[in-house]
């Protein structure tokens, strides 16, 4: 494949493991940070993550080793510049992507595939911020990244034939099975889940079930692993609101997209889920109170 030198850009909750899977691929990766410290702590999360594989024995020392030698850290956009394949997961905020977007189009070789990890935006404006729209994807990974088996490889109208089945076979190549979205609101997952999430919490608010009813209705009766509530305190409600209302402001006509008011009530009373020990639920650490 063309691919070989891949940069990531973010080193954060995503980054941090997008960089890990594709090092442990046998890409030598190099990931860019804005500030030394987060660079640091990213760092960090990788050797933690690849010791505990060694400790499992799920890959051996020697191999990663070899996967932590082929990946190093920068504070330099500059240092991305001969990539094959730049991966962005940056902030969720498409004013900072486009900037940055907009710097990469201006200094990678003409031949980088651009891809974002964006879960809410559209991929098309990223790709018209670089100038070179034809060779932007979406590569949209799960969380936690080094587990989660599926990618969605996102085309616009404007991906070339080329870079899409470049960025689906790099996502084949870091262990991933690949589905191919188009550029719409949340790709193939998202769509489903979050208008779900949303339409649990508007039961709720029409007093048809409690929360409890409907999280076990959808685990024991559909054999989903947790209910939409303990899912969205698991996400975080300030996230699903901001999906949500990013869609909404974008698409006011879709009844779909419209954010529950009990999920803004919450959201304003600091109640963001799991994090911050209550959300739907109460939270104790990882376990409901
Ligand atoms: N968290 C999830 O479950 C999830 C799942 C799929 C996709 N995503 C998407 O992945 C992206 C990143 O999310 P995250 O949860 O990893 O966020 P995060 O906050 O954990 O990490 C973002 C990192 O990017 C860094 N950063 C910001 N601007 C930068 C820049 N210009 N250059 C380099 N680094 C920069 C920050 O310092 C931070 O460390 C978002 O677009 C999000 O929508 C998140």
Known sequence: MAIQKVGVIGCGLMGHGIAQVAAQAGFTVVVRETQQAFLDKGMARIQKSVAKLVEKQKTTQADADAALARLSGTLELGDLADCDLVVEAIVEDL????TLYAELG??????????SNTSSF??????????????MVGLHFFNPVQLMKLVEVVRTEKTSDEVFAEARAFGEAVGKVSIAAKDTPGFVVNRLLVPYMAEAMRMVER???TCEDVDTGMTLGT?????PFTLTDYV?????LFILEGWHERYP???LFVPPQILRDKVKAGK???KTGEGFYKWEGDKRA
């Open 207 to 209: 007093g048809d079930a």
């Open 95 to 98: 004013d900072v992507k486009k």
């Open 106 to 115: 201006k200094l990678c070789k003409p031949s980088t595939i651009l891809a």
């Open 236 to 240: 975080g409600l300030d996230t699903t």
């Open 272 to 274: 963001l889920g799991r």
């Open 223 to 227: 054999g989903y692993p947790m209910g």
């Open 253 to 255: 006509n879709d009844p």
């Open 122 to 135: 559209p991929i098309a404006e990223m790709g018209n911020a670089s100038g070179r729209p034809e060779r």
